[in-house]
Structures are given as structure tokens and as C-alpha cells.
């Protein structure tokens, strides 16, 4: 019997990893834009030391029998896809399965790796470093998990470098778990970084570096900054699945999903990680649970006889401040953190730096596909 075929759009953190998990069961396709993945988490550290971590991991580096394409999908049915490939051609692929992982993308390139191959993202990487080095004041605008992070790598690696961090809210980690916020604010202040709170930047525009050494806040207030590190807003990469079935996405970009993860009413295509319209946090950690649901749906409809009739595991989400959707950790620095956990929050260094401050997830990435 032929093998069923499954196609994986998107090779992020979700994505990655069900091309990997399925490599040898299905013959499997990955479709991505870009030749590697790169570990998210670690970007805050990038930044300011653009070689501290083996973050970048190729495809071709796991993904054993299973195909790279590298290119972005354009259109969707239930059976096959349309591929527009890197070489400017054009490929429809047919599938029995497929999963949209096409993630979110970032305001600022920078922040979430667009750059086609890796050595582009070095270099990207690079440039800006050198810029961040060579600046008397930088602004990181948003103080969510990136941008809190971001800004404590900055004063600890360039501790002459003025640091400011402006957010559109009253409080830093408005959204995480209750005790971060203080936390986080204690830290930062202490470390010297200038917090501006319920301002938002004005000048430059998005994702624009300031060409005249200030940025301007929505009160006017001006701030010096030779360098903006945008750490603020995402929005879902799912044009094309708006596109082909414009009633599976909701107005911001979200995909509708039943309960096993499948796209209402296209039950050949699952969708998984930042694109799912279930009220989760957006957070790899999540992605990881639907990664782990979806993949056993997958190996349960591979290896049925009759796949209609076969019974899947429903999913249950990770609703925020609720069992394994209390899961968090911030780090500040390379040895610091605040971590939770389903049984509470913890302003202990070791702790977060043992999990996750020391290498910001590399080695467990690198280890959960088998790569030293
Ligand atoms: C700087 C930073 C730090 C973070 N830190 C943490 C953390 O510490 N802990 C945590 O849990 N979460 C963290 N996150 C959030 C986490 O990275 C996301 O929740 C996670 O990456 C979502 O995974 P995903 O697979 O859904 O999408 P993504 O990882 O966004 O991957 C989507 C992939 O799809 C590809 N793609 C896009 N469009 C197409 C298309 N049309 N065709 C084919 N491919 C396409 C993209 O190239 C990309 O590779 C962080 C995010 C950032 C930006």
C-alpha cells in the first residue's frame, strides 16, 4: 500500500516539528520560504550577541526522508496545495493530509527570522548588532515577554547603552501570569532601564529605524535613540487560507478550528500553533500541545483502514491561568528569570536560568530533533 502523503505549511515551531515526527510514517512535505528554522526564543540574546547560540537549524539537517520545498503556499483545497517556489516557478502539490503552520509573522523582520537562508539572517543580524553597539540610547517598543527580555539582554551585554522601554499599557507582562508584572519591573528598574508606560511610539513608523537620533511617544514626550528594536505586534501569516476558504478565518486572521485541531469543515487540514483561533496564549509551548495532538491524530488516520470512520482524540486547550495554560518563563539575562508553572510563580534565579535563561531553549530545540 502507498504511503499516505501529508503536507506541512510552515516550518516554525510547530511546523518543524510534525515534518520531522512524520518523516518515515507518511511521505511528507514541508513547505517553507525559508532553508532553516530558527529557534525563536533565542532572539533577544541574537541581538546583542549574534553568535551566542546554535539557533539556526537547517532543514536539511533532520528532516531525513522527508521533502523541503522551499516556498510559500499561495492557495488551499482540501486535496492540494499551490506552491510558489523560491526559483520564481510554480508547483501544485496533492495531499491526503495537510497542516497549516504558517505561524505569525512580526512587525520588524528582525524579530521573528524572514530571511530566506541563513546566512542572510546572519548577516541581517549582524547589522544590526553593530548598530546597537555603536548607539548611545536604543527603545524597545512593547513590553511583552520579547521585549521585556530584550531589554534585560541590552543592559546586560551593552551596559553603556541607554535603555528604554515603551509600552502601550499600564503595566509591563500585561498579559502574563499576575505576579510578572511586578516582578519584571522591579528588575528592570533596578538594572537601569527607563520604563515609559501607556505611551505608544509614534516617530518613526512601524518597524522604521529613527534616522535623527529620537523617537516621539504618543504625548510628544521625545526619547534619544540611535536604534528601535520593534518587539511589539504579530499578526497571523493565513492570506492564503482567507483566500481559498474565506469562512474558515475570522477577521483578524485567525483560523476557526473543531475540536481535533481540523479547519471547520475541511477535515483533511489541521491547523496548529499562533494561527488557531482557540483563546490560548500565542507561545511555542502551546504550539508544542497542539504538535503532540495533531501528530497522533495523524498516525491514528495513516494507519487506519477506513479513515472516516476513525475515532481521533479530541484536544484539550491550554486556557490561560488554567493547568498547562499557566506554563511561562521569562527570562532577564542569562541567569535570571520568572518562571510558572501549574503550581505557581517563581522569582527564583536558578530555577528559570536551568530551564531557560542559560541558552534560551537551543539545546532542548536542538535535542528534540535529535542534533547536538
Ligand atoms: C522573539 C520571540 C521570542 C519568543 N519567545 C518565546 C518563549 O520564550 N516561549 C514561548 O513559548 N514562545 C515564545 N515565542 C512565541 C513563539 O515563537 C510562537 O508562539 C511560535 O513560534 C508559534 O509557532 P508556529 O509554528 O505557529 O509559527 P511560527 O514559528 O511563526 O512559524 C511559521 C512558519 O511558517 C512559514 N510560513 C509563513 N507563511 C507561509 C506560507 N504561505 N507558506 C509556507 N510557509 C509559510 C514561516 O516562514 C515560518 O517558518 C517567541 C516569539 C518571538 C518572536
Redesign the pocket.
Known amino acids: 500500500m502507498d504511503k499516505k502523503s501529508v503536507l506541512v505549511?510552515?516550518?516554525?515551531?510547530?511546523?518543524h516539528q510534525i515534518a520531522y515526527q512524520l518523516r518515515d510514517i507518511a511521505d511528507t512535505t514541508l513547505?517553507?520560504?525559508?532553508t532553516y528554522?530558527e529557534v525563536?526564543?533565542a532572539?533577544?540574546r541574537l541581538l546583542v550577541e549574534p553568535d551566542a547560540l546554535a539557533a539556526r537549524i537547517p532543514y536539511a539537517s533532520f528532516i531525513g526522508s522527508a521533502q523541503h520545498l522551499q516556498?510559500?503556499?499561495?492557495a488551499l483545497n482540501d486535496a492540494s496545495a499551490k506552491v510558489a517556489l523560491a526559483d520564481g516557478s510554480q508547483q501544485t502539490l496533492s495531499f491526503d493530509y495537510a497542516v497549516i503552520?504558517?505561524?505569525?509573522?512580526?512587525l520588524d523582520p528582525i524579530?521573528?527570522a524572514?530571511a530566506p537562508t541563513e546566512l542572510q539572517r546572519a548577516a541581517e543580524l549582524l547589522a544590526l548588532n553593530k548598530r546597537l553597539r555603536t548607539a548611545r540610547a536604543v527603545v524597545v517598543v512593547g513590553a511583552g515577554?520579547?521585549g521585556v527580555?530584550t531589554a534585560a539582554e541590552l543592559r546586560e551585554s551593552l551596559p553603556n547603552v541607554e535603555v528604554t522601554l515603551v509600552h502601550g499599557e499600564g503595566r509591563v507582562l500585561d498579559k502574563a501570569p499576575s505576579k510578572f508584572a511586578g516582578w519584571a519591573e522591579k528588575y528592570l528598574r533596578i538594572k537601569g532601564v527607563n520604563l515609559v508606560l501607556g505611551e505608544t511610539v509614534t516617530t518613526p513608523s512601524v518597524s522604521k529605524q529613527p534616522g535623527d537620533g529620537k523617537v516621539i511617544t504618543s504625548t510628544g514626550r521625545i526619547l534619544p535613540a540611535d536604534a528601535i528594536i520593534w518587539a511589539a505586534g504579530?499578526r497571523p501569516?493565513t492570506a492564503?487560507v482567507a483566500d481559498s476558504w474565506p469562512d474558515a478565518v475570522q477577521a483578524n486572521g485567525l483560523v476557526k478550528v473543531d475540536s481535533y485541531l481540523r479547519v471547520a469543515s475541511h477535515p483533511t487540514v489541521f491547523a496548529?500553533?499562533?494561527?488557531t483561533n482557540l483563546p490560548e496564549n500565542?507561545?511555542?509551548?502551546?504550539?508544542g500541545l497542539h504538535v503532540k495532538s495533531v501528530v497522533g491524530n495523524l498516525k491514528r488516520l495513516i494507519a487506519a483502514e477506513t479513515p472516516s470512520q476513525t475515532k481521533l482524540k479530541p484536544y484539550k486547550p491550554a486556557l490561560p491561568g488554567k493547568g498547562s495554560g499557566k506554563l511561562m518563563?521569562v527570562s532577564l539575562g542569562r541567569t535570571d528569570g520568572l518562571t510558572s508553572v501549574p503550581f505557581g510563580q517563581f522569582r527564583i534565579s536558578f530555577l528559570a536560568r536551568k530551564i531557560?535563561s542559560h541558552d534560551?531553549?537551543v539545546g532542548m530545540s536542538r535535542k528534540a530533533l535529535d542534533l547536538r
Open positions: 505549511i510552515g516550518g516554525g515551531a510547530a511546523g513547505v517553507d520560504p525559508k528554522w525563536p526564543m532572539v533577544p516556498g510559500r503556499v499561495t503552520a504558517t505561524g505569525s509573522a512580526s524579530i521573528k524572514q515577554p520579547v527580555e504579530i501569516a492564503f496548529v500553533g499562533d494561527v500565542r507561545l511555542a509551548i502551546v504550539a518563563i531557560k534560551l531553549l
